[in-house]
């Protein structure tokens, strides 16, 4: 079973708009982060927005959120006030923690949606 | 504060070649980890190097080796290439220790493999 599920292949967006990426994902684990990056044709991935899941608030980072619902196992991404320069490839990713300590563990990562914002 | 580079760029082997690719951290990470990206696809976790030692590793045959430096640094090499093993490789660098913490991707190394 696919760990990190990204629905939306490619979404289209007006410049100025809010858009909203899907993320839903699957664990047992009782304490795991979750990720998003975004990633421009140049290639390097660009770290996004945080939340870990016993966050009680959903996390921001300017203009980006993070709608975290924990039973339904889903971490959207809401952008705010899209610009051009937002079009790229976006990447959900789970970090499943292996050690009580909370180590560095591998990340998880989606399919990924590519988002084309249109002036 | 120089980030997460990698070396070299671009690269192209044939078909059974061995290949190295170079990793250096950001300044202050200890912890390298690797991921290969398939055209079109989510970058896929082959392993996660730590104290020099291998700590993590994704479902990745052992064709796929590493090893990290005392200065953190890190190689990923590749034996027996495969056509299949044409991708983005991209190595990141974390700070070991914390559950939340972040990783810093370079900007990887493209393989083709003819």
Request: proline fraction near 4%; charge should be negative; aromatic fraction near 12%.
């Amino acid at each position: 079973a696919q760990k990190i599920t990204q629905t939306q292949p490619g979404m289209f967006v007006q410049e100025k708009e809010a858009v909203t990426l899907d993320c839903t994902y699957d664990t047992s684990d009782p304490s795991y982060g979750l990720f998003w990056y975004k990633q421009p044709s140049s290639g390097e991935m660009i770290f996004l927005i945080y939340q870990g899941s016993y966050d009680q608030q959903n996390a921001t980072e300017g203009r980006y959120s993070l709608n975290f619902q924990k039973a339904r196992k889903s971490a959207n991404l809401v952008i705010s006030a899209s610009q051009l320069g937002d079009s790229a490839m976006y990447f959900c990713a789970m970090r499943e923690y292996m050690y009580s300590g909370g180590g560095a563990d591998g990340l998880t990562f989606g399919k990924g949606t590519h988002l084309i914002i249109q002036p | 504060d120089a980030g997460v580079t990698q070396s070299p760029t671009h690269l192209i082997k044939t078909r059974g070649q061995q290949v190295t690719l170079r990793c250096s951290p950001k300044s202050g990470h200890d912890t390298v980890s690797w991921y290969q990206q398939a055209l079109g696809q989510g970058p896929q976790f082959i392993f996660q190097y730590y104290e020099e030692e291998e700590r993590q590793r994704g479902n990745f045959p052992d064709r796929f080796s590493g090893h990290q430096f005392p200065n953190y640094s890190s190689e990923l090499n590749v034996n027996a290439l495969l056509l299949g093993d044409s991708a983005l490789y991209l190595c990141a660098s974390s700070f070991g220790g914390r559950a939340d913490n972040e990783q810093f991707f370079g900007p990887g190394t493209r393989l083709t493999v003819l």
